[in-house]
Each structure stands twice: as C-alpha cells, then as structure tokens.
C-alpha cells in the first residue's frame, strides 16, 4: 500500500509539472518571451565624450581621454586565421597583461570558440589608445572586427594634466550628475548628448553593442576656457599651503582678480584633512562655509558710507581712549591694550581702530541705521553675485526690522560682526575701488566652444558703474595705502611697487561667546598706482602666537604679488634706451669664445676682424692695427681644454664637453684653472677654474 500511494504521489506531481509547463509556454508565452526579449536585447545608453576645461592661455585643466577594454568574438575568425595566429596571439596577451601564461590564455580562447561563445572579456584591465593600436597590429587581431572578431569598446576617463593644481574648481561630476566645481556647473555644455544603441546579454552578465541601424550616435560635448593661468594658480596654492602648514590653521582660500575685466586668474581653496594634510575640498571663497564675519576688511564699507553721506575729512580727529568702549551694555576694544588716543580718521582705519570707526558710524548713522544699511546695498554687499559656479552662498546683512536687531548691532556691523559675506563679495568691493569705482562682476569662465568656433563668450558684466564720488574713491584710496605704508599691514611694504588694501581679524563665536579663535584675512591690490590684480587671502583658525590678518594673511598676499610682479613685464616701468658711443681707438674686451658670436659682434661694431687662418670653433682674440686677428683655440680629444679669456657660459660648456665637472669662483673671464691645458682627462674629474 506504501509503494502504491508513493507511486500515485509522484505520479501527480509529474502531472502537476507537466501542466505547469504546458500553461507557461502556451498560456504565458507571449508574455514571458517578451520578458526575456527585453532583458536579453535592450537600447542602452553610449556615452558622449565629455568636453574639454582649457587654462586662459589654452593649456588642458581636464579632458577625456579614451580607454578601451579588449574583448573578441571567437566564432569570427575562419580556421586558418585562427590555427595560425592563436599561439602568437597568446603570446603577445601574456607578456602585455603578465596575468596568465600564454599557455591559458591560449586555452580560454580556444575554450570560448569551442562552445561557440559570442563574446569574451580577453582581460578586465583597460588599455590606453597607444596600446590598442599596438593590439591591432597582432595576429588574429589585425584581421579586424569582421575578420578576427576582436573587440575594442572605448571607455572615457576624466584626466587632469596638472593633478590636484586646482582641483576643487575644476570640480568633478558623479554617475548621478551630482557634483561641483566647473565640471557640474557646466555639466551640461560639457556632457554633450548621450546616443543610444541596441545591446545583447551575453554569459557572464556582459552587455555586446550589436551595432544594427537602429544605432543613436552621441553628440561630443562642447569645451569650456577658463580664465585660470595656471602659473598664477600653482603660485596661489603654494604659497597659501606653505602658510597654513605653518599656522596649523583649518582651511584658507586666495582669489586673485584681474581689475579691469574681473577675469579670476587664480582661485585656492585647501581644508585640513590631517595634521599637516591640506586638500582642495570646499570652495570655501564663494560656498556656505566661507561666509562668515569678514572682520576688518568689511570697513572699507563702513568709511565709504561715511564719506558718501558726512563731510567727515581724513584729518579730522577721532577719540579712541585707552583702548576700551562702552556701547549700551557691550565693551568694544582695539588690539592695542592701552588704546591709540586721539588719532585722525586716517590713522583710525590705518590702525584699524574699532572703536574709531564704529564711533564715527554710530555718530552720524544711529539715528538713521537703515540709511547705512541702503549704502551697504549699494555696494551690492547684500545680494548673491550671480556667480558661474554653483554652490554660492547668500550673504547675511541684518535689518533694523529683525528680530535680532539691537543697540549694538550698527557699531558691530560697522567693524564686520553680525553679517555674513563671502570672500569674493569682499573682494568685488575692493576690486571696484581699484577699477576707479566700477563694480564688475568676477567670471572664470570666458567662452564656451566647439573645435575652433567660439558658441559663447561671457564679456565682463558691470555691476555697479560707480560705486561712490570721485572724492570718496581719493580717500579711500589713500587709506588703503597708508594701511600698507604705515598700518596695520606696514610688514609687507616694499620700495619695488606699492600695496593697497586691509588687513582683517575677526574673533570667532561659540556657544554665543566671543573665543580666542579668529578669522584672519587680507584684501587689496596692486600696484597701488595703477592696479592690475586685486586679491583676497583667508586664513581660518590659525594656532600659535601669531592670530592677526598681517601675521597671517597679509604674507600670503606679498608672496602672490611679488612673484607675479616679477614675471608680468606690463607692471614694469620701462627702461629708456641709452645710446653708447664707444670712444675712438679702444677696443671693447674680447679676449676668446666662441667664433661665430665674436665675429658677430665685430661686424656690428664695425670692428674689422679676421682670421690667420681657416679659424675653428674656439678663438683666442689678439688687437692688431685697429683690427682683431682670431686665433685657433685647438681642443683635443680627451685631453683638457684650454679655457683662458672664455666666459663662464662658454667655459661650462668647454669643460663640460670634455668629460670634466666644473666648479668656479669670482666674475668676469677664466684667468687659472686647476688643471693644466692639455693633460689627460680622468672622465668626472672636476676642474675649479678662478674668474676676474
């Protein structure tokens, strides 16, 4: 009876099955054939190349570069073709991955072709377009696609040139199309549009574009020019490195500006990541975290206001007291403990008194402290700059309508406490006092094209065409050079070319409290008599002794200029040319060198020279009648040369020539040498040769 009911058990469930697959196939069919159509054989997408990032001067910030990943269809190549390439193919495939012996790659092919496999993955590692033009050359291979069967798929990969040199503002952009920097701001002029085409699943879960008609081909995406430079860029981010290493400090940007046309040249942003490890991860000059109390730089808003709207002179006297001042229930302070005392307006700003310029703002605007907010306004200090990149902040200027409003927020406001604004805000505001008044808006990127054809170019916007008087811009102007001169920032002057600007050092808050942690920056330009470039530098939370924005920030700000000064020929006065008029009957110092430069020379002195005979290379010089006779310096193989009379460029390049290292003293032309001319050279000797 067990045997029976086992048997009639089996025996329906064989029924059961049978039904089963009979209802799938004609009941469902339809159906899941559709089903397995679709996830078998569906249109993907095929990634456009990405556009390219230029410099200002059209060097490659980033750009796509072309890896393939190397597979084959094995069933493609006849017998023959495959018999007789299949062991040097395996071969060239070991020694180019040197991940298998050519013994199984051999065997993985062969296998593949066997159970007539449409396609295989020959290696996961990509190869760069130099390798696969070397791949295309190998046997099999070299019979193409249609032939040999081999596959080639082009996979993009971003790549910046300059590394890490600016990395935060070329930015980067995710499989989401989620990121920052130029890279997402301009994701769509650099993405172009993606094709599409017909792809097969195939074992192993691979994807193989069957490439029929249907195929969508995709539009390249366009470049983009910056106006980075690039050397400004690597002086930027260098010298703003070398300081925050050396003050320990959280994070700090530089931003330098073009005046005229608000191009930025350089934009630095390092946060610390680990003691002593800085990295470009915020754009902490325009985002959320870089706006914060700008502190001191902020009073350059506060006297414009007051020149704009009082008869307030820079003579005029200021009282500040001992260094201490009470408004309602706050006490102001200078950073001088025992205060500066009666000192002009000038010397006031100079200084940086607060209490000095809050005094003066609180005098003339606590009636009426709207009115000094409107001029605020007309700084374009309150609203956003439209920048290029996204991700700018909004800037915080307090009303006397909030809630938060009270009797100390104008005197505080005036010295740059309770608003916010980014550094680029503070930076458009001096950018204009050094553009006579005209407020422009700063751009980094200058044009978008194609090839050689320019789709758009984004021209310098103004702001603001005056900013405030002719007679506000004098003085202000003044100020910020006497600020350099013999203020607050007087260890960067120089006596080369001249500095404006104001250094800026707001202590920090926590928990409501004012703490010993500071906010230190410098904003300016230069050269102050005929401004080329504005910058800003921030430095956040500096450790050690050395916590104001002239320890800080303002060295950062001297290095930029000074090696920009030094390799920008325009900011250079330029140096009259003076006539020389040898006298009669002396002869200019000529002693020996190289032939043909000292022929020329003579002949356009009008120097008449010759030969005792057919000279050489090397030429001593010997005066004869008014006329310079050349006679042979013969150079021996292997023995030393005779370098008496050249100069030191022609000797290094004698001795060096000869085998011999040298090492020389004093100016002028070779007078003794260690070594006599001559003798047998000992190859990496080296020979000190004396000048006068």
């Not at 769509?188 to 193989?208: H, S, V």
């Not at 700008?294 to 009082?310: H, R, W, Y």
């Not at 050094?434 to 194609?450: D, R, S």
Request: proline share 4%.
């Amino acid at each position: 009876m067990r045997v029976r009911v086992a048997f009639l058990v089996i025996l329906l469930f064989s029924f059961a099955i049978i039904g089963k697959i009979l209802y799938i196939q004609f009941v469902d069919g339809d159906k899941w054939r559709k089903l397995a159509v679709e996830n078998l054989v569906q249109f993907r997408k095929v990634k456009a190349t990405r556009g390219n990032i230029y410099s200002d001067n059209g060097s490659l910030l980033a750009t796509s570069l072309p890896f393939y990943k190397v597979a084959i269809d094995p069933r493609i190549a006849d017998d023959k073709v495959f018999k007789d390439g299949i062991d040097s193919l395996s071969r060239f495939l070991s020694a180019f991955f040197k991940d298998k012996s050519s013994l199984e790659y051999k065997r993985k092919i062969q296998d593949a072709r066997a159970k007539r496999k449409q396609y295989l993955v020959i290696n996961r590692k990509m190869i760069n377009f130099q390798a696969k033009k070397e791949m295309a050359t190998w046997p099999i291979f070299r019979e193409g696609r249609s032939k040999g069967g081999v596959i080639f798929e082009k996979v993009d990969k971003r790549f910046r040139p300059f590394s890490y040199l600016a990395m935060r503002t070329v930015g980067f952009i995710n499989e989401d199309n989620k990121g920052a920097g130029l890279e997402y701001s301009f994701h769509r002029d650099l993405g172009g549009t993606d094709g599409e085409a017909l792809f097969m699943k195939i074992a192993g879960g691979e994807w193989k574009p069957m490439h029929d008609e249907s195929e969508v081909r995709p539009k390249q995406g366009i470049d983009i020019q910056t106006t980075i430079n690039i050397n400004m860029q690597d002086v930027a981010e260098s010298s703003l490195l070398r300081h925050l290493t050396a003050h320990d400090a959280d994070y700090g940007c530089v931003v330098l500006m073009e005046v005229a046309t608000g191009e930025i040249k350089a934009i630095a942003n390092l946060g610390k990541q680990a003691p002593g490890v800085y990295a470009e991860n915020y754009n902490y000059a325009v985002g959320n975290q870089g706006l914060t109390d700008p502190g001191s730089t902020f009073k350059l808003a506060s006297v414009i206001a007051l020149f704009e709207d009082s008869n307030i002179e820079l003579e005029d006297s200021v009282e500040t007291g001992t260094g201490t001042y009470e408004f309602y229930d706050r006490l102001m302070t200078d950073s001088k403990p025992e205060g500066y005392g009666t000192i002009t307006f000038q010397e006031a700003f100079e200084k940086s008194s607060n209490i000095g310029i809050s005094r003066k703002v609180n005098e003339h605007f606590g009636l009426n402290p709207q009115k000094y907010i409107d001029y605020i306004h007309s700084l374009g200090l309150a609203d956003p700059i439209g920048f290029q990149m996204h991700g700018e902040a909004k800037p915080f200027i307090k009303k006397p309508t909030d809630r938060t409003w009270s009797g100390i927020s104008l005197p505080w406001m005036s010295i740059g406490y309770e608003l916010k604004i980014s550094p680029l805000q503070t930076l458009m505001l001096y950018n204009a006092v050094a553009n006579n008044g005209k407020m422009i808006k700063p751009i980094i990127v200058k044009e978008t094209k194609l090839a050689d054809k320019t789709l758009q170019a984004y021209e310098t916007e103004v702001v603001r065409e005056k900013i405030c008087s002719d007679n506000t811009l004098a003085k202000v102007k003044k100020m910020l050079e006497g600020v350099v001169e013999r203020g607050t920032a007087n260890n960067i002057n120089n006596t080369i070319y001249k500095i404006a600007g104001k250094t800026g050092t707001a202590q920090k808050i926590k928990n409501g409290q004012y703490i010993r942690d500071y906010y230190c920056s410098f904003a300016g330009y230069f050269p102050a008599d005929k401004p080329k470039y504005s910058c800003i530098v921030v430095i956040d939370s500096p450790k050690g002794y050395k916590k104001y924005g002239s320890d800080v920030a303002a060295p950062v700000f001297k290095e930029v200029a000074d090696k920009i000064y030094a390799t920008d020929l325009d900011l250079h006065q330029p140096i009259a040319r003076t006539k020389v008029s040898p006298e009669i009957g002396v002869f200019p110092v000529i002693k020996g060198g190289y032939h043909e430069d000292l022929n020329y020379l003579c002949n356009e002195l009008g120097i008449s020279n010759h030969s005792f005979k057919e000279a050489d290379e090397w030429v001593m010089a010997k005066a004869v009648n008014n006329a310079v006779m050349w006679q042979q310096k013969e150079l021996v193989q292997g023995a030393v040369p005779d370098g008496t009379g050249l100069t030191l460029r022609d000797a290094y390049y004698v001795f060096e020539n000869a085998g011999l290292r040298v090492r020389h003293v004093g100016h002028g032309r070779v007078s003794r040498q260690s070594m006599p001319p001559g003798a047998r050279i000992v190859k990496g000797s080296t020979i000190y040769i004396e000048l006068e």
